[in-house]
């Protein structure tokens, strides 16, 4: 595409220097730069992305979009804010490809990714090719491609879309996370579906007050924009969480709602959690289903409610959804077990937050015979405030609670412990810094019929010491300990 081309997706800009190249790709990052890319100087949380609009042109880019004054002998594009300049100009470049499909974006706190899965497997058993994009990547057709994000940069959003289009995706379903909703990561993202899953302590760091973090969910519903042409529109929120009340407001579209405690349109009653699944009865539209499914416990149930509910809107029939969730065996990294023929359980579990922590002891409390034994530690360059929270969770409602490291990043992982320790003075617990030694002391004491859950790494195949990703996964440290433990004795 043209310069010129790509430029009719801005509402207003000022070009110095003469020509209008051909443009061969979107790129934000200096070093990635090849010859023909149109470079967008980003000012980021970091560093001024216009520092290395000097290095773009040596890499050959042939254009670069800035909005503050630039040294270089290409063509300049000058705009008020590049980042949203972005975001047009990709939706243009790869053809506005979410107008065409059938979008679903899922917001809150705990819930995303597993909310996703479930939405991609209900609709692709009904037959409707669905693209998903999250924190374990972008899936679609089987293949995996991992990305830096929850929600990936907005050129690679537009991109990546376009492609699952070409491959023949109808839907796409997608974790919006707080962050990149209010950094514009989805602007320009035509949803017809915005999902909210619940509202709980994280992300501090960067919202700075829980009301922030939750308007900065809210700009998924906002975004919704009007039901328009025929188009099926939707705000799916949790009536059990009172963020849906502000939501409900912000939204033009019409509202769905789901939930246990209070009257929702998808409504689950009588629950029953069990070592090896949950019941339940769901309550719509004036009938009742039951549904018995692999998946544990009451936050379970919420994202299946979600899911169906979200599904529901483009007409699958509800038994089929619900066959569907019946198959599903799991999300890798959320509550898996891992057998390695121990006469214990191990759980690892993605619970990185206050909430998804509690939630997840209290499920493991519903069929627990003997002792609860509970793994954590939080992670670096992260919100600080949920560390003593998460101690004291861990210590309230486990009988051995050991405090560990998750991924320390840049951060002193004995200052982070220090921090941790601040929730659980005076009370009993064990502390060994290091992830792989805490997971062998706890196979090693475990005993018959008891339950350990290693918590807040889930999927994550990596730990993050520094800036270095080592090789390092809770479900084989589990499996080698355990194996171990088998050989001494
Ligand atoms: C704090 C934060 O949100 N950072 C995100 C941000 O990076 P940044 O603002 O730090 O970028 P920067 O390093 O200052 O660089 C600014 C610009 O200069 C460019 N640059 C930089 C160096 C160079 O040599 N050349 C160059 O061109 C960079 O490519 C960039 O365009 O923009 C990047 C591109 O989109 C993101 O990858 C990055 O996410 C980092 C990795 C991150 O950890 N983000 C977390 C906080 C986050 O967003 N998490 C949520 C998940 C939350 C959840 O699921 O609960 C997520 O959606 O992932
Ligand atoms: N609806 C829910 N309510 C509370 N906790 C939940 C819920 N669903 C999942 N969890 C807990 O949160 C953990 C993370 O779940 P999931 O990965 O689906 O959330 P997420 O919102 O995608 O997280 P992230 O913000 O890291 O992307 C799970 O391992 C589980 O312990
Ligand atoms: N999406 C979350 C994941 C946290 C996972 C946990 N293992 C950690 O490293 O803190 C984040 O980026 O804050
Ligand atoms: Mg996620």
């Given at each position: 595409m043209k310069l010129a081309d790509c430029l009719r997706a801005l509402a207003s800009f000022k070009q110095e220097g003469m020509g209008n190249p051909e443009i061969n790709d979107l790129i934000i990052d200096s070093r990635l730069v090849k010859p023909g890319a149109l470079f967008f100087c980003i000012k980021g949380h970091h560093v001024d992305?216009?520092?290395?609009a000097v290095q773009a042109e040596k890499n050959g880019a042939a254009a670069i979009i800035a909005q503050n004054r630039i040294d270089v002998s290409i063509p300049v594009i000058y705009v008020s804010d590049t980042h949203r300049a972005l975001a047009m100009v990709a939706d243009h470049y790869y053809g506005h490809?979410?107008?065409?499909l059938h979008m679903i974006g899922v917001t809150g706190t705990n819930g995303k990714t597993t909310i996703t899965y479930l939405v991609q497997s209900i609709q692709e058993a009904a037959g409707m090719n669905t693209g998903l994009i999250g924190t374990m990547g972008m899936r679609y057709k089987n293949e995996l491609i991992p990305v830096a994000?929850?929600?990936?940069?907005v050129h690679l959003i537009h991109k990546n879309l376009a492609e699952m289009k070409a491959r023949g995706a109808v839907s796409a379903v997608m974790e919006t996370s707080s962050n990149a909703l209010y950094d514009g990561r989805v602007h320009g993202c035509d949803f017809n579906i915005g999902i909210f899953t619940n509202l709980t302590e994280d992300h501090l760091d960067l919202h700075g007050t829980m009301k922030d973090y939750m308007y900065a969910k809210s700009l998924l519903f906002s975004q919704l924009g009007n039901s328009y042409g025929g188009q099926k529109k939707a705000a799916v929120l949790?009536?059990?969480?009172?963020a849906s009340d502000v939501y409900r407001h912000m939204t033009a579209v019409p509202v769905i709602s789901y939930g246990i405690n209070k009257a929702a349109d998808f409504h689950a009653a009588s629950i029953q959690i069990k070592p090896a699944g949950t019941d339940f009865i769901l309550e719509t539209g004036g009938e009742t289903y039951p549904v018995s499914m692999k998946l544990i416990g009451k936050f379970s149930v919420y994202n299946v409610l979600a899911a169906l509910a979200a599904c529901?809107?483009?007409?699958?029939?509800i038994t089929e959804m619900i066959r569907a969730v019946e198959q599903i065996k799991g999300v890798s990294g959320r509550f898996e077990p891992v057998d390695a023929g121990q006469n214990f359980t191990v759980i690892v579990d993605y619970s990185h937050t206050p909430d998804s922590l509690e939630n997840a002891l209290d499920t493991i409390r519903e069929f627990a015979k003997k002792r609860v034994i509970a793994i954590v530690g939080c992670g670096g360059d992260?919100?600080?405030?949920k560390r003593p929270l998460m101690a004291k969770i861990a210590v309230d409602k486990s009988d051995l609670a050991i405090l560990t490291s998750d991924n320390p990043r840049t951060e002193d992982p004995e200052a982070i412990l220090r921090e941790m320790e601040h929730g659980v003075k005076g009370r009993s617990y064990k502390k060994i810094v290091d992830r792989r030694e805490a997971i062998q002391f706890a196979m090693r004491h475990a005993e018959s019929g008891d339950i350990v859950l290693i918590a807040?790494?889930?999927?994550?195949d990596y730990q993050i010491i520094g800036t270095t990703k080592h090789h390092f996964d809770d479900r084989e440290e589990a499996q080698s300990a355990i194996l171990e433990r088998n050989n001494i004795k």
């Open positions: 992305g216009h520092r290395f490809p979410s107008h065409s994000n929850t929600t990936p940069e949790n009536a059990d969480d009172p529901s809107v483009r007409g699958l029939a992260r919100e600080r405030g807040g790494k889930g999927h994550e």
